[in-house]
């Protein structure tokens, strides 16, 4: 898997594990919502400071953020659709 796709669906999984919105980590971060959604989505990889920013608002060891989860894998690409996963 690209490591672009496996931090972004980690941090995907934090944030939402956390209750916030792409909109309000985007806000905690200083970054914008639409760069959180490429991040999430694989499509951007976060500069160092921003990931250290991303790592702290969402409280997450960083190693977590770059391991594979088989559980995290079944994810469903639609956030609502979390909670009948987990």
Known sequence: ??????VGRNI???????G???EKLSELCSISDVYVSEIERGKSFP???VLER???V???EPYKLFVEDTAL?????????Y????
């Open 1 to 6: 898997m690209k490591l672009s796709i496996l």
């Open 54 to 56: 991303i790592i702290d």
């Open 58 to 60: 969402l409280e997450v």
């Open 47 to 49: 500069h160092v400071q």
């Open 20 to 22: 916030y919105s792409q």
């Open 73 to 81: 894998i079944k994810l469903p690409s639609n956030i609502r659709d």
């Open 12 to 18: 995907r999984y934090y944030r939402y594990k956390n």
């Open 83 to 86: 909670k009948k996963v987990m």
